[in-house]
C-alpha cells in the first residue's frame, strides 16, 4: 500500500465492489474486501496471504503487486485451491504451471514484439538494453533478445542496474555504454530508477542527436509518476510503448469517480491520475464478480479441513476450498467486451493482449505516434471495424528524436574514445598482395 500503483489500485477495487452490489440482487453473493499491507516484503506478503486463507478463509486473493511477493502466493492459492489474481507481470510466473493462478495484467513479454518493430523500422541491427538488475527486470531480456532475432537485429549489449545503485555508478556505466558503437538503447526500469538513468545520460551528453531511446510499458503507462522536470529537461525525443487504452464515455464518467474517491481516501496526498494498473484492477474485480453471479446464490461453504491433527503448522491448517474449483473455471476464459480497458479477454488465465501504443516524449508529456498490434504489425492509425483492427498505413507519424533532431538516428557512430585500431601501410614496394 506504500506504493502510488497499490493506491490507484485500491480505488478502483473499491468502486468495483460498489458497481457489483448496486447491480445485483439483495439475496446475491456478496463480495466482502479483506485488505492486507505487503509492506514491499516478500514474508509480509507471505504471512498475509497465509492469514487471510487460514482465519478469514476467503474464497479469493487479488494481489500481490510485485512479482517476487506473488510467486510464493501462487503456490499458496495452487495448495488451498483459491484463485490469486494477481497484476504482476514478470512472464517467469507461469500460467500454465501454476492452475489457480490468474494473471490480471499483460506480463512484460506480451510487448517485446512491438518494440522489435520499431527496431525493424528504422534498420537498427544493434541495441543495448538497460533493465532492472531483479527477477523483475530480467524476466523480459530472454523474450526480447528472441524477438529481436526474428528480426534480425541483435542485443550488442546487456546492461543491468541495481535499484540500490547510486547516481555516480549509474554516471559510470552510462560512460562506458557511450564507449560502444550502438546508439539505440532500450530502458525496462521502474520510474525513480528511470529518473535518475536519464538525468545522467543527459548529464552524459547521450539524449543529443543521434541516439535512439526506447522505454517499456512499465515506464510508459506510469509517466506521470515520473517528475515533470526530468521528463521537460532529460527525456525529451524517447519513444515508448504502452497498452492501448480506448477513450470512451463509460471512460470518462469513471474517471471523474475514481478521482474525486482518491481524494476522499487520500486527502494528503498530490494528485494522482488513473493508470492501466487501476482499469485492470476494475476489470480484474469485474470478472470475478461476473464469476460470483454464475455461481447463483448458493451458500459459502467453509474450507475443508486435513484429516490428520498432529502437530499442524499454518501451512497443513490451511484446508482448502471447495469454491475455489468453481470460481477458477468461470475466470479462466472470461471475455469482457465493453470492459474500461478496452476488451478485457482471459484465456487459460492469461490477459489477451491488446494493441500497443506507440507513443514519442515531447514537453513533458506524450503523443501518439502509432500503434502495434500482432496482425498488423506497426500502423499509424487505428480502425476499429467491430472485431479486426486494420491499419490505415504502415509507417509511424513524425517523431522529434533526442536534441530536437528530425531525423532519424542512423543507430551506430564510430566511438569516441575506447580502443583505436591503427593500420600501417608499408612504404616500400614488394608487397603488393598484401596491400
Do not use: C
Not at 527525456?235 to 487504452?245: A, D, F, I, P, T
Not at 469517480?257 to 476522499?264: A, T
Not at 461453504?301 to 484429516?307: G, L, V, Y
Not at 497443513?316 to 476450498?321: E, R
Amino acid at each position: 500500500m506504500e506504493t502510488v500503483v497499490a493506491k490507484v489500485m485500491h480505488i478502483s477495487i473499491l468502486l468495483a465492489l460498489e458497481d457489483y452490489h448496486a447491480t445485483t440482487s439483495p439475496r446475491a453473493i456478496r463480495i466482502v474486501p479483506h485488505l492486507r499491507d505487503s509492506k514491499k516484503d516478500d514474508v509480509e506478503a507471505a504471512s498475509a496471504a497465509i492469514y487471510l486463507l487460514k482465519d478469514v478463509q476467503v474464497q479469493a486473493i487479488v494481489g500481490p503487486q510485485m512479482s517476487t511477493q506473488t510467486d510464493f502466493v501462487i503456490d499458496l492459492g495452487n495448495r488451498v485451491k483459491v484463485p490469486i489474481i494477481s497484476p504482476a507481470t514478470s512472464p517467469s510466473l507461469s500460467v500454465k504451471e501454476n492452475p489457480f493462478f490468474i494473471r490480471g495484467a499483460l506480463p512484460s513479454s506480451s510487448q517485446t514484439k512491438a518494440i522489435a518493430a520499431i527496431v525493424k523500422n528504422y534498420n537498427w541491427r544493434d541495441v543495448v538494453v538497460i533493465y532492472e538488475d531483479s527477477p523483475y527486470g530480467s524476466g523480459m531480456l530472454p523474450h526480447l533478445t528472441d524477438a529481436l532475432l526474428e528480426n534480425n537485429s541483435l542485443v550488442s549489449y546487456r546492461s543491468g542496474i541495481s535499484p540500490s545503485a547510486s547516481d555516480d555508478q549509474i554516471f559510470r556505466e552510462l560512460y562506458k555504454l557511450n564507449t560502444m558503437q550502438t546508439r539505440v538503447f532500450i530502458v525496462h526500469l521502474e520510474s525513480s530508477l528511470a529518473s535518475r538513468l536519464f538525468l545522467k545520460a543527459k548529464e552524459a551528453g547521450m539524449m543529443s542527436s543521434g541516439y535512439a531511446w526506447i522505454i517499456t510499458d512499465v515506464l510508459t503507462s506510469l509517466l506521470d509518476l515520473v517528475d515533470p522536470s526530468v521528463i521537460e529537461s532529460s527525456m525529451q525525443g524517447v519513444l515508448g510503448v504502452k497498452s492501448y487504452v480506448p477513450r470512451s464515455n463509460e471512460l470518462d464518467m469513471f474517471t471523474k469517480r475514481w478521482r474525486k474517491r482518491f481524494r476522499q481516501v487520500y486527502p494528503d496526498m498530490d494528485p494522482v491520475e488513473l493508470n492501466v494498473f487501476g482499469l485492470w484492477a476494475y476489470d480484474s474485480i469485474t470478472a470475478l464478480a461476473k464469476a460470483v453471479v454464475e455461481m447463483g446464490s448458493t451458500a459459502i461453504p467453509k474450507f475443508k479441513k486435513p484429516d490428520t491433527r498432529e502437530n499442524l503448522t499454518d501451512l497443513d491448517a490451511l484446508g482448502t476450498s471447495e469454491l475455489g474449483s468453481l470460481l477458477l473455471d468461470s475466470m479462466q476464459n472470461t471475455v469482457l467486451k465493453t470492459a474500461l480497458s478496452g476488451e478485457f479477454r482471459l484465456i487459460n488465465g492469461e490477459l489477451h493482449p491488446s494493441p500497443y501504443q506507440i507513443v514519442n516524449i515531447v514537453g513533458t508529456g506524450q503523443r501518439s505516434i502509432g500503434f502495434w498490434t500482432e496482425k498488423d504489425g506497426i500502423s499509424y492509425k487505428l480502425k476499429i471495424d467491430g472485431k479486426t483492427a486494420k491499419s490505415n498505413n504502415k509507417q509511424l507519424g513524425a517523431i522529434i528524436w533526442p536534441g530536437e533532431s528530425t531525423i532519424s538516428p542512423r543507430g551506430w557512430e564510430i566511438p569516441t574514445s575506447g580502443k583505436k585500431l591503427r593500420v600501417g601501410v608499408p612504404i616500400k614496394g614488394g608487397l603488393q598482395e598484401f596491400i
